[in-house]
T-cell receptor, first 117, second 111 residues
Framework: NAGVTQTPKFQVLKTGQSMTLQCAQDMNHEYMSWYRQDPGMGLRLIHYSVGAGITDQGEVPNGYNVSRSTTEDFPLRLLSAAPSQTSVYFC????????????????FGSGTRLTVV | KQEVTQIPAALSVPEGENLVLNCSFTDSAIYNLQWFRQDPGKGLTSLLLIQSSQREQTSGRLNASLDKSSGRSTLYIAASQPGDSATYLCAVRDRDDKIIFGKGTRLHILP
């Protein structure tokens, strides 16, 4: 049971480049989300999804796109990287509150450290 | 809009002491509250999950309490050890199923 897997672990981009951060989970969780973590700002929600085909914006969605074509995968796309997007990105998943279990704690991936120069 | 606050932002205590970390939230309509630990440069590790119907959860030297009506949770760490040094984060699951985090408390246990 791998849990939540994020790739890559580290990435350096030039301003204006695009890329996709990958997130996959093997726990059949309905809920998946992306956060960015910056010093002094805590964890801020970028986008989230409550199931395949359903996505919604969080607190800081600008500059990022997501899609959820399968239950397992929830990629985060940076359309045109900017230095302000330098951060550590975390993907997390859980069952939803209407899911099959009352244990809907949150499981995190190990993070992607992104630097935009 | 749900807001989660953790006080203090940083805390240093001598080894062996018992300590309490605080978490408050503005909207009491939550489904659960979860405490995490984060070591420098690492991901988040779940410590305790409290459902909205529960008052507390215990795991080893850790005890988390929840008072939903007053919008408060505490994480109690007994007999602190240097290995407990980390940032502790609390997060609430709101009525829209979103998880909202506090900014964390940086804990340093002095040997």
């Amino acid at each position: 049971n791998a849990g939540v897997t994020q790739t890559p672990k580290f990435q350096v981009l030039k301003t204006g480049q695009s890329m996709t951060l990958q997130c996959a989970q093997d726990m059949n969780h309905e809920y998946m989300s992306w956060y960015r973590q910056d010093p002094g700002m805590g964890l801020r929600l970028i986008h989230y999804s409550v199931g395949a085909g359903i996505t919604d914006q969080g607190e800081v969605p600008n500059g990022y796109n997501v899609s959820r074509s399968t239950t397992e995968d929830f990629p985060l796309r940076l359309l045109s990287a900017a230095p302000s997007q330098t951060s550590v990105y975390f993907c997390a998943s859980s069952y939803t509150r209407t899911g099959r279990t009352s244990n809907y704690g949150y499981t995190f991936g190990s993070g992607t450290r992104l630097t935009v120069v | 809009k749900q807001e989660v606050t953790q006080i203090p932002a940083a805390l240093s205590v001598p080894e062996g002491e018992n300590l309490v970390l605080n978490c408050s939230f503005t909207d009491s309509a939550i489904y659960n509250l979860q405490w995490f630990r984060q070591d420098p440069g690492k991901g988040l590790t779940s410590l305790l999950l409290i459902q909205s119907s529960q008052r507390e959860q215990t795991s080893g030297r850790l005890n988390a309490s929840l008072d939903k009506s007053s919008g408060r949770s505490t994480l109690y760490i007994a007999a602190s050890q240097p290995g407990d040094s980390a940032t502790y984060l609390c997060a609430v699951r709101d009525r829209d199923d979103k998880i909202i985090f506090g900014k964390g408390t940086r804990l340093h246990i002095l040997p």
